[in-house]
């Protein structure tokens, strides 16, 4: 993996234009993803419900997407500080980054 590959999986979260975060962005199934941690999304003190309109993902061209789902819910998120959102979705399955 060179220095550009690790650029394109690279997603900066956002919430209301405040940078809070980064994670990886991804396609699997037609649907593109971004694997971030937990506190990210539902504060350090994992007691935040994330409101969704509120947040973006920026990808390596500086675009903005809105989460559109969360695909693990707040015990899972607590217990592994993990979650995973879905961006939206990705014409290629085989990519790795946003087109």
């Known amino acids: 993996m060179n220095e550009e590959d690790l650029y394109s999986t690279t997603g900066l979260l956002y919430k209301n234009d405040i940078f809070i975060g980064s994670g990886v962005i991804f396609c699997v ?34 675009d903005h997407h809105r989460l559109a789902a969360l695909n693990s819910d707040l015990n899972f998120a607590e217990k592994n500080d993990i979650v995973l959102a879905s961006i939206r979705m990705c014409f290629n399955a085989g990519e790795l980054y946003l087109p």
């Open 29 to 62: 199934n037609y649907t593109l993803l971004c694997l971030t941690a937990g506190h990210n999304l539902y504060g350090k003190n994992f007691d935040i419900t994330p409101d969704l309109s509120q947040w973006t993902v920026q990808d390596h061209h500086g």
